[in-house]
């Protein structure tokens, strides 16, 4: 216990009240801390074996914040608390709320810790950090702001991460002259991410006075096609999601690359109190339900081992409800055969590297007689044992053909959508801002105005555009639902919002690309597993149609091939 005392003043002379109040908070403090490096502890995969952990921690939290909140007077006094000392637990508590998005996938959480982070800014719990001649403490104010950008970034709010961004920078310069520590170029390398990370849309969208305005691309209520009437579809639900990353050439902030990024908003639904966020800190109970139906808990994977992979897909596997998806995302570098196999067996066709060849030790390993596979390939009879259950996956690599070479082995539902193997020159030139196929998946109607060349746009031409799009999605559910040639794979996850959005999103995009005067190699257009037919979904006439529409809508309809489509 710490108390401050002023001239012959003993702790004897101090009030009994006001040392228990001193004693309790040291205690919390304490306590809290011990929990909070516990979580470190925990297994990052299973749902059931954290859930009271965190409970335990948020609970002190909440006494902690609290009791600091009604005795300020007498911290202040008897214990010398300080203003960051308040930020470092407001830090930790916005912390909580982000690693329990994580683990939940519900964005209230995620709004709750910008909740705390916001606070801290406003209320300049950092201010004075400089001046306590201690480097760890402003280590502690920067990776705050690390943190702050971070769920700024997922909750879209792109002006104040402008902000952040300037603030951050002008506080690592202080730091770096003040300290002259050797940590500069890490944390310039945070700001040229995050930097990176804001430039990635490749379109921007302008407001009536030519201001930048955020795109928001979570599923929201009324955009997802209604099921048409007594269509019978599976009641599968997409319960976990495994979104793994691998490429050295995208822009990546905190081990999430950009098209982790997007896929990880293309499964969440949009906040429904967003817009009326405040900055007022409060705490929300962790065991609160939402209103709507929960988001599929997500798994984010950067560039993960084989072994830890595995681990991660077996607890999921293992866990998932009965008429659950597990839904596998892959966007990594493409491995192929080095050697052509007598046999074309799942794990003769390559697959997808999900780390680099070095071991966890970071030493690099001895390079292996081409008779030997990647250690760290993830190949398509590496999943077969999960076929077991409902799996839906998505490939995003130059082998994501390896995928079409699958087995359904257990007749369980199976769906694999594969990314084009190739691009043309010009849309390679743009692939550090992300693949052009996930952004498909992402938000079409900023992947088809990226592949049109289209840099920017009104947002009067952007609402009238995304109107247009619905009525095409609403085209291309009617056609997944009436086809008579469609594998029943397809229709038993239709079910589901997420997936059937996704569904209709890979439909819009291997339609675009086919029509699209650029993309002439067979290579450039997407796959599946199972295949889609061909004219009543991905060359149907009236889709062409309305994608020429869209192109004419926006002038862009010399990009597209006009005579590959029947007169009306």
Known sequence: MIAVMTGTETEDDIPFGERKTVTDFCYLLDKSKQLFNGLRDLP????????????????VYTKLWKFQQQHRQVLDSRYGLKRWQIGEVASKIGQLYYHYYLRTSETSYLNEAFSFYSAIRQRSYYYQVNREDRPELVVKKLRYYARYLVVCLLLNKMDLVKILVKELSEEIK??????????????NLVLQEVASFVEADPVVLLDDNSSVTAISCRLQDGCVPPLEQGMVVGQLVLTDALIIGNSNSQVKFSELTIDMFRMLQALEREPAN??????????????????KRENPHKYLLYKPTFSQLFTFLSASFKELPANSVLLVYLSATGIFPSVNSESEGPFDFGGVLTNSNRDVNGEVIQKRSQSHKEMHCLHPGDLLPFTRKPLFIIVDSTNSIAYK??????????????????????????????????????????????VCGLNSVRQELWKSAQEFLHKVDHDIGQMIARSQAID???????????????LIRFVFCSATLRLHKVFRDAQSFPESYPELPK?????????????????????????????RVEPY
Request: hydrophobic content about 40%; charged content about 20%.
């Open 44 to 59: 990052q995969y299973g749902h059931k074996q954290w859930q009271s952990y965190f409970g335990r921690t948020f609970d």
């Open 174 to 187: 202080d730091y770096t002259q003040q300290f002259n520590t050797e940590d500069q170029l890490e944390w």
């Open 274 to 291: 967003l817009a009326t966020q405040t900055s007022k800190p409060g705490i929300l109970e962790p065991t609160e339900k939402p209103a």
């Open 405 to 450: 070479n699958f087995t359904n082995m257990f007749g369980q539902p199976l769906v694999c959508l594969l990314s084009p193997k190739v691009y043309p020159k010009c849309v390679q030139d743009q692939s550090q801002r992300g693949s052009l196929f996930t952004l498909f998946l992402y938000s079409p109607l900023l992947a088809f105005f990226s």
């Open 488 to 502: 029943q794979a397809f229709l038993q996850f239709f079910g589901d919002e997420f997936l059937r959005l996704l």
């Open 535 to 563: 004219q009543d979904m991905v060359e149907n006439s009236i889709l062409q149609k309305r994608i020429l529409k869209m192109a004419t809508l926006l002038d862009v309809q010399n990009m597209f091939w006009d005579d």
